[in-house]
């Protein structure tokens, strides 16, 4: 069994409060989990109206499909508008 992790910091333009930067992170969160079945959360980074930090994890029988899969997950929040990735950092187990 291989596990690949990703946690990832992102930086939003548009929030101007907590509440609107939860609305992106959820609706962001959402389309992750039902487009690749993966688990997902805000880890870190709760109280910044602007900034949040994202872990994902897969499950995989090979190092390189679990790593295939953490890249198009990191694509897909690329193609989002609302979002700009600041660095992340992949583990694969």
């Given amino acids: 069994m291989i596990v690949g992790t990703c946690s990832m910091e992102l930086f939003m333009y ?16 959402g389309r992750i989990q039902s487009r690749f079945n993966t688990s997902i959360a805000e880890v870190d980074m ?10 994902f994890a897969c499950v ?25 990735i600041i660095k992340y950092n992949i583990e694969i187990l």
């Fill in 60 to 84: 995989s029988t090979t190092s390189k499909h679990a790593n295939q899969m953490l890249q198009n997950i990191i694509k897909f929040i690329e193609w989002d508008n609302r979002v700009e």
């Fill in 14 to 29: 548009e929030p101007n409060s907590l509440k609107e930067k939860r609305q992106i992170i959820k609706s962001l969160i």
């Fill in 46 to 55: 709760h109280d910044r109206w602007r900034s949040a930090v994202i872990g």
